[in-house]
């Protein structure tokens, strides 16, 4: 049944973490390599209450937000245009697939270089990061496009403008929400990422970072689940909008 | 009046030139249902596409009302033969049938007009639903409503019964041959069903192929209305049908260059 379905992964996740603890506490594990559940709660609600975890939770959220919505309107724009004229991809294409395939890592150094240790440089590593998938998607959803479906449009008269709004615009969608998707996982492990490494302006990165360093493993341990929830709740707040915004084709698929 | 005269379609792909279509000319007065027959590969799709403008021709014109065919103009509407591709599956069927009219008037009204067609190509009670939860013939009813809802004086069809059962068909030439009579459109119909130009034209056009050239330009003389079975058990249907599976049969290799 459906009801049981649901509640098999809370009761395993619950389990998982009973095993946890019951490990820390009968000493198997040491508290510096892996602390108790019960620790990390508690150093979790120390920081947020007493320390700065929430502000730190939160400048992590707004360079994500930013980074990736760079990302998301660069990367839509340029991938549209791609898909649309095949000579703009055709120039453009060298350039791309050097790019694409870059660690952020090895972008890191010279995005410092270039625009310093602040918010700027931050956002554009993110959307760096996170944007060409976005742009390969948008660009293939254009490109796949239906032919009979831009005749329909051609033979109504359908200018320039009114075909991308009503026709290449929704058609491209699904597979540009896709890209999307993606692209918003990658952004939230970047974001993290750039802050850890370069470990100017905490966020849940830099607080990691500095946490773990100080040998503060519990406190360490909380920022990381922290970054865990900000992954899975901006995945729910997206999948929220894709549904809104996709709901006729997932109708269509079946589901 | 449609004039088509000395149309070419010539591709140039892969070293050999293609020549499609090769100096085609016909007439076509307003209000006749002409199809248009041939071989498969004789070049009826790019003959449509060409006269609906979707196709660039290489040569000839095509003048409607005596004005040069530039792009797809106002009063031409092509009817594709895939119409589960051409329906918009992000739109209802309502949505769907007021697409060509949507800019032109107020919301209310292309609503009300689409709702019109709906019921005439029997559609009524079926405006929310999706194109992919309809049948196929369903889907090209919705497409020739949206087709009509532009009132437009052409109507280009391109094979758009071919891929239904023999029933749909059926049902759906004695939809189009009601509504074609109860207005002033002009048909122009791309079939390879010899039966079915037949049974809904005035007005033959055999195509040749390899280049396609009209090889024939064969006057319909049925009575109207059409009827599904006294129709077809007329003599002269018989006759006629003969001498179209002949043109057809026969290679058309003998036409005069």
């Not at chain 1, 998301?72 to 055709?90: P, Q, S």
């Not at chain 1, 625009?115 to 554009?124: E, I």
């Not at chain 2, 949507?102 to 194109?131: C, H, M, N, S, W």
Request: aromatic share 8%; with cysteine.
């Amino acid at each position: 049944m459906k009801i049981i379905q649901r509640l098999s992964g809370v009761v395993f996740l619950l389990a998982l973490l009973v095993a946890w603890e019951t490990i820390a506490r009968l000493g198997l594990v040491t508290p510096d390599q892996l602390p108790a559940p019960s620790a990390i709660a508690h150093a979790m609600a120390t920081e947020i209450l007493q320390g700065d975890l929430a502000i730190e939770f939160l400048r992590t959220t707004r360079r994500l937000v930013i980074g990736y919505g760079i990302a998301v309107i660069l990367g839509t724009l340029a991938g549209f245009a791609l898909g649309r004229w095949r000579l703009l991809y055709a120039a453009s294409e060298p350039i791309i697939e050097f790019f694409r395939p870059l660690p952020v890592i090895a972008v890191l150094p010279v995005a410092v270089l270039l625009l310093g240790l602040g918010d700027a440089m931050a956002y554009s590593v993110i959307a760096f990061g996170s944007g060409w998938v976005v742009l390969l998607h948008a660009m293939d959803a254009v490109r796949g496009i239906d032919p009979v479906l831009i005749d329909t449009g051609r033979t109504f008269q359908a200018s320039g403008f009114r075909q991308f709004s009503t026709i290449i615009l929704p058609a491209a969608a699904p597979q540009t929400f896709t890209g999307l998707r993606v692209a918003l996982g990658n952004a939230v492990i970047v974001t993290v990422v750039v802050e850890l490494v370069s470990g100017f302006g905490g966020g849940l990165g830099g607080y990691i970072g500095e946490e773990q360093g100080a040998l503060r493993t519990p406190e360490a341990y909380a920022g990381i689940i922290l970054v865990a929830v900000l992954g899975y709740g901006i995945g729910r707040l997206f999948g929220v909008f894709e549904g809104s915004m996709l709901r006729w084709h997932r109708q269509m698929m079946g589901r | 009046m449609l004039e088509v005269s000395g149309l070419r379609k010539a591709y140039s792909g892969s070293g050999a030139a293609r020549t499609i279509l090769d100096n085609i000319e016909f007439q076509v007065p307003e209000r006749q249902f002409v199809s248009i027959i041939g071989a498969s590969g004789s070049g009826k799709s790019t003959l449509l596409r060409c006269i609906a403008g979707l196709t660039e021709a290489s040569g000839g014109t095509v003048l409607i009302d005596k004005r040069a065919v530039r792009g797809t103009p106002e009063e031409v509407v092509y009817v594709f033969q895939e119409y589960s591709r051409s329906l918009f599956p992000w739109r209802r069927l309502i949505r769907n049938v007021a697409y060509p009219i949507e800019e032109a008037v107020t919301k209310d009204e292309a609503a009300a007009q689409a709702r019109a067609y709906i019921g005439k190509v029997g559609l009524a009670g079926f405006e929310a639903y999706y194109p992919w939860e309809l049948s196929g013939g369903m889907q090209q009813r919705a497409a020739i409503a949206r087709a009509l809802v532009k009132q437009p004086k052409y109507l280009l069809m391109d094979e758009p019964f071919g891929a239904l059962d023999a029933q749909t068909r059926n049902q759906l030439e004695d939809m189009l041959l009601g509504i074609w009579s109860s207005t002033a459109l002009t048909v122009l119909f791309v079939t390879h069903d010899i039966d079915e130009a037949i049974y809904l034209s005035d007005r033959v056009l055999v195509l040749g192929s390899r280049p396609g050239r009209v090889i024939a330009d064969i006057p319909i003389d049925l009575p109207r209305p059409r009827d599904q079975i006294e129709s077809k058990e007329n003599l002269r249907f018989s006759e006629l049908r003969r001498q179209l599976f002949r043109l057809i049969i026969t290679p058309a290799v003998e036409n005069a260059t």
